[in-house]
């Protein structure tokens, strides 16, 4: 679970940081002179690309064994006893790390969250005097004014002011700023992700500013700097609010002010480039991922196979054990799946379900990664990882919360001709050479 959990977040770091370099390229040569309203929507790119390698994909075929063992075969001799690699606790330990960030960051925005939402009047719902209006709420949206908001600004200032307010509500910005926090939040340990986040929100406003003053004459510019600059330099930009002072610099704002007044055609052309963008990485992605899973998941034609002795020893808290000895045969680096069943195994008890793959190193070096679980239904007992030879035995315990203990024994011995593709319930009815006999599920 830990390894698939660090490689679902390694995925999904790399997709975030891809995805915002491409939207960064797009906005650079295309997006920005089309619109401010497609630059802003071209950031859907990111949360769509991560969607889309997260998405399942189409089971693919993987040798699968299935053996019923009634059989109890003698204890081996002892063999040198293989150290687990040290790479699940490493993944464990950054999982932790990542999990405590997480808590840490999301704490830190609800905080803000509040303390912004605390400068408001509780009676006349105002926020105080010096600030720009703002909307409040993700369900609920309602836009709160600054007790000043009358004296400070002229009746063109207030009114657009409050038309920029009103993109916001009906856009449901605010929506989409928590779906950027929770990606902040969730990927806190990515400078890109933190760039991204505060590039969202500058967008976002002044994707605002273009759908105000493209419905203005020339003239609304002059007064909407002028509103601009009497609110810079107060500091309210709470995670879960759209307020009107952006964290974008004010020079910038107004210069990209200047290039809002486009014509009605290039704003459709930049909204359908930023579509067409959001649907090719959605797709792309998906695609890119079925072909990564396909590619893992494919043993190469001229893969060996590897003929692996397992024997199984369960300890209960008394002093009975339960023995049973296997022998797989599977290719490299695909998966193999031995399911034992009480009623044919005298002592096991519950069901047991080991899960493997043999993968090689090099000619004399294997990877064993296995998956151990036990009970009714299944329940994972642990994923040790072997380090061993070519026909030397490695032995790993995994400890259960009932106190029993489960010992496996891995002998691994790779065969010099590939596995002939056959039907896997017809080759786990055929007893390989020297093993027990054994009956398919």
């Known amino acids: 679970m830990v390894e698939h959990l660090s490689h679902a977040l390694l995925l999904q770091t790399l997709t975030l ?7 960064r390229a797009l906005q650079a040569t295309l997006l920005r002179r089309l619109g401010a309203a497609s630059a802003y929507l071209g950031w859907l790119l990111v949360p769509v690309a991560m969607l889309a390698v997260a998405l399942p994909h189409p089971a693919i075929d993987a040798l699968v064994i299935r053996v019923d063992v009634a059989a109890i075969a003698p204890a081996w001799a002892a063999g040198p006893v293989a150290s687990i690699d040290t790479t699940h606790a490493l993944e464990l330990a950054a999982i932790a790390a990542w999990l405590a960030g997480v808590w840490l960051f999301a704490a830190t925005m609800l905080h803000r969250q509040r303390r912004f939402e605390a400068l408001i009047d509780d009676v006349a719902q105002r926020l105080p005097a010096g600030a720009g209006p703002a909307v409040l709420g993700v369900l609920k949206r309602r836009i709160v004014l600054p007790r000043d908001f009358d004296s400070a600004f002229d009746a063109d200032e207030r009114r657009l002011m409050l038309l920029h307010e009103g993109v916001h509500l009906r856009r449901a910005d605010n929506a989409w700023n928590l779906l950027a926090t929770a990606l902040l939040v969730l990927h806190w340990f990515n400078p890109i992700a933190w760039w991204a986040w505060r590039r969202v929100r500058a967008d976002q406003e002044m ?5 105000v003053l493209r419905e203005e004459s020339p003239g609304a510019l002059a007064v909407y700097a002028g509103a601009l600059l009497k609110v810079q330099g107060v500091a309210l930009t709470p995670p879960l609010a759209t307020a009107w002072q952006s964290i974008h610099p004010f020079v910038e704002r107004v210069r990209m002010l200047q290039r809002h007044r486009i014509s009605s055609t290039r704003h459709r052309a930049g909204l359908r480039v930023a579509a067409l963008s959001i649907l090719v990485a959605g797709f792309g992605g998906y695609a890119l991922q079925a072909g990564a899973s396909a590619t893992a998941a494919a043993a190469p034609a001229d893969a060996k196979s ?10 209960g808290s008394s002093t009975s054990t339960t023995t049973v000895a296997l022998q797989v045969l599977a290719r490299a680096g ?26 090689r190193l090099d000619d004399e070096h294997l990877q064993i990664d296995t998956t151990l679980s036990w009970g009714s239904p299944l329940a994972l007992l642990g994923s040790p990882r072997l380090i061993t030879q070519n026909g030397v035995a490695s032995t790993v315990h995994v400890k259960a919360i009932d106190g029993r203990v489960f010992t496996l024994t891995f002998v691994p011995k790779p065969v010099a001709s590939p596995l002939v593709a056959t039907d896997s319930a017809a080759d786990a009815r055929k007893p390989q050479a020297g093993a027990p006999p054994q009956r398919a599920l």
Do not use: F, H, N, W
């Open 207 to 211: 994707s605002c500013d273009a759908a």
């Open 334 to 359: 695909e998966l193999a799946t031995l399911r034992l069943d009480p009623k044919s195994v005298k002592g096991l008890g519950e069901p047991l379900q080991i899960a493997y793959t043999a993968s």
């Open 17 to 23: 940081s891809l995805a915002t370099l491409v939207v």
């Open 306 to 315: 590897v003929m692996t002795d397992i024997q199984v020893v369960v300890a």
